[in-house]
């Protein structure tokens, strides 16, 4: 058999495997949802499920984010608490520690066929020191809009779009003035099969932070962030899922780039067996 031969064959093999409906799989394990990095996907917890995330982003300019969230129904699927605890180096002090924090309300508004919209509204605690850099000083408000959609069998799509208004926000100097800012993406995700997955994100942003003397200083990101994720399904009903990326910085974000790295726990909680 010569090489060529050999090569088709293993490639259609390999794509056999991965690409044909395993359905008594697919009847045990449960699809991996609500595990995007960048962008927020528009499920909300089931009842009587908890969600553990972590991800760590590191970036060519040697700044990270670590990011812990816990998310809870309340008691089912339509209302769900969480919230976030994030860390930092910031960019311009070279300074690391905590950030702010969020607690997150989500509202399953619409959870019917292809089609999941769950529009988030989160507070913004000033945990993070601003003289570091770390944070804004003050309390603020953030509102995300996340839709789902499934496109075929194998494709799935997801939208966000979000804004963030920090009143009487603080520079490092101490002075203040309102900041506000706006989040945009969207995502494609293919379904190899029930347990790995292929994802292209991408997500612009503008924010704005108080600089000197109160002045605003406004500024522009655009990502783009391939990557995969994979779920390890457990009898216990524990699901853990795990990612990587490497996003992709493009105009006005050419030249930066990093990786991006996801961590996921799922797992019911007895006694909670409320209704959607």
């Given at each position: 058999?010569d090489?060529r031969?050999q090569?088709?064959?293993?490639?259609?093999?390999?794509?056999?495997?991965?690409?044909?409906?395993n359905?008594?799989?697919a009847?045990?394990?449960?699809?991996?949802?609500?595990?995007?990095?960048?962008l927020?996907e528009?499920?909300?917890?089931?009842?009587?499920?908890?969600?553990?995330?972590?991800?760590?982003?590191?970036?060519?300019?040697?700044?990270?984010?670590?990011?812990?969230?816990?998310?809870?129904?309340?008691?089912?699927?339509?209302?769900?608490?969480?919230?976030?605890?994030?860390g930092?180096?910031?960019?311009?002090?070279?300074k690391?520690?905590?950030g702010?924090?969020?607690?997150?309300?989500?509202?399953?508004?619409?959870?019917?066929?292809?089609?999941?919209?769950?529009?988030?509204l989160?507070?913004l605690?000033?945990?993070?020191?601003?003289?570091?850099?770390?944070?804004?000083?003050?309390?603020?408000?953030?509102?995300?809009?996340?839709?789902?959609?499934?496109?075929?069998?194998?494709?799935v799509?997801?939208?966000n779009?979000?804004?963030?208004?920090?009143?009487?926000?603080k520079?490092?100097?101490?002075?203040?003035?309102?900041?506000?800012?706006?989040?945009?993406?969207?995502?494609?995700?293919?379904?190899?099969?029930?347990?790995?997955?292929?994802?292209?994100e991408t997500?612009?942003t503008?924010?704005?932070?108080?600089?000197?003397?109160?002045a605003?200083?406004?500024?522009?990101?655009?990502?783009?962030?391939?990557?995969?994720?994979?779920?390890?399904?457990?009898?216990?009903?524990?699901?853990?899922?795990?990612?990587?990326?490497f996003?992709?910085?493009?105009?006005?974000?050419?030249?930066?780039?990093?990786?991006?790295?996801?961590?996921?726990?799922?797992?019911?909680?007895?006694?909670?067996?409320a209704?959607?």
């Open positions: 058999m090489k031969k090569m088709f064959l293993t490639i259609l093999a390999l794509w056999a495997v991965f690409s044909s409906p359905r008594a799989l009847a045990e394990i449960r699809k991996i949802q609500d595990n995007s990095f960048l927020e528009a499920y909300n917890q089931e009842a009587g499920v908890i969600q553990h995330i972590q991800y760590y982003q590191y970036m060519k300019d040697k700044t990270w984010v670590y990011s812990f969230t816990q998310e809870w129904p309340v008691p089912g699927q339509r209302h769900q608490l969480s919230y976030t605890i994030p930092l180096r910031a960019a311009d002090t070279g690391g520690g905590l702010d924090i969020l607690i997150n309300y989500r509202h399953q508004t619409v959870l019917k066929g292809s089609l999941a919209v769950a529009p988030r989160s507070m605690l000033p945990s993070g020191d601003y003289k570091r850099g770390l944070g804004s000083g003050s309390i603020g408000l953030q509102g995300n809009i996340p839709i789902s959609v499934e496109l075929k069998e194998r494709w799509s997801h939208w779009l979000g804004t963030t208004y920090i009143p009487n926000a520079a490092i100097d101490g002075s203040r003035a309102d900041i506000k800012g706006y989040n945009y993406g969207a995502s494609i995700i293919y379904l190899v099969n029930d347990r790995l997955n292929l994802m292209l997500l612009g503008r924010s704005q932070s108080v600089i000197s003397n109160g605003v200083k406004a500024e522009k990101a655009f990502f783009l962030n391939p990557g995969m994720r994979y779920a390890f399904d457990f009898k216990s009903g524990l699901q853990v899922v795990v990612g990587l990326s996003p992709v910085g493009l105009s006005p974000s050419r030249g930066e780039y990093g990786s991006f790295l996801y961590l996921s726990f799922e797992h019911s909680l007895k006694g909670n067996n209704d959607f």
